[in-house]
T-cell receptor, first 116, second 115 residues
Framework: ETGVTQTPRHLVMGMTNKKSLKCEQHLGHNAMYWYKQSAKKPLELMFVYNFKEQTENNSVPSRFSPECPNSSHLFLHLHTLQPEDSALYLC???????????????FGPGTRLLVL | KQEVTQIPAALSVPEGENLVLNCSFTDSAIYNLQWFRQDPGKGLTSLLLIQSSQREQTSGRLNASLDKSSGRSTLYIAASQPGDSATYLCAVSPLEGGSQGNLIFGKGTKLSVKP
């Protein structure tokens, strides 16, 4: 496997369910990100991890809980979600988040989430 | 608050045409600007990254320009092909919060190139 992978690719869950999204990067990067892409809205940054430490939480509701056990893996734990949380959730990684000026982020294919 | 706008929202052209996609941003205090491509149901692929000190970048049939003072960028695609059909996203890395990897995205332009 190369690049950034995400599982599952599709997920349907009820509002009372608990599920987790998984992201894995095979690029040796130190920074990982969660984004939300809703219909008709711009891509929104949710969380940033740098060297396993969370450095950004973009005012995300507590029903979304990230976990970064190591620099290669990133999880997004979901519980008691709302229908408006239905979206494409994208994971990305970059070599070093502090290298802002020239840093490119590499994106996974995303998880399409539907909350019923 | 930085906002990124892309015009048009959708564009359909016949194969072989040259085309221009537009991106504007409200705050010129940026590290860089990037153009991404997104295929349906897929993640994003970085096409071009322009540093704030640069005026343009080229990759194959793609050319991106940046006018930071006016808050504008264009993506020029030469001799378009059906395989260019995708959504093109513009994103800026703001100086404030940019060091945390925060990219501000536009809503994208959905391009369709007809054979």
């Amino acid at each position: 496997e190369t690049g950034v992978t995400q599982t599952p690719r599709h997920l349907v869950m009820g509002m009372t369910n608990k599920k987790s999204l998984k992201c894995e990067q095979h690029l040796g990067h130190n920074a990982m990100y969660w984004y939300k892409q809703s219909a008709k809205k711009p891509l929104e940054l949710m969380f940033v991890y740098n060297f396993k430490e969370q450095t950004e939480n973009n005012s995300v509701p507590s029903r979304f809980s990230p976990e970064c056990p190591n620099s290669s893996h990133l999880f997004l734990h979901l519980h008691t979600l709302q229908p408006e949380d239905s979206a494409l959730y994208l994971c990305a990684s970059s070599q070093d988040v502090a290298g802002g000026p020239g840093e490119t982020q590499y994106f996974g294919p995303g998880t399409r989430l539907l909350v019923l | 608050k930085q906002e990124v706008t892309q015009i048009p929202a959708a564009l359909s052209v016949p194969e072989g045409e040259n085309l221009v996609l537009n991106c504007s941003f409200t705050d010129s205090a940026i590290y860089n600007l990037q153009w991404f491509r997104q295929d349906p149901g897929k993640g994003l692929t970085s096409l071009l990254l322009i540093q704030s000190s640069q005026r343009e970048q080229t990759s194959g049939r793609l050319n991106a320009s940046l006018d930071k003072s006016s808050g504008r960028s264009t993506l020029y695609i030469a001799a378009s092909q059906p395989g260019d059909s995708a959504t093109y996203l513009c994103a800026v890395s703001p100086l404030e919060g940019g060091s945390q990897g925060n990219l501000i995205f536009g809503k994208g332009t959905k391009l369709s190139v007809k054979p």
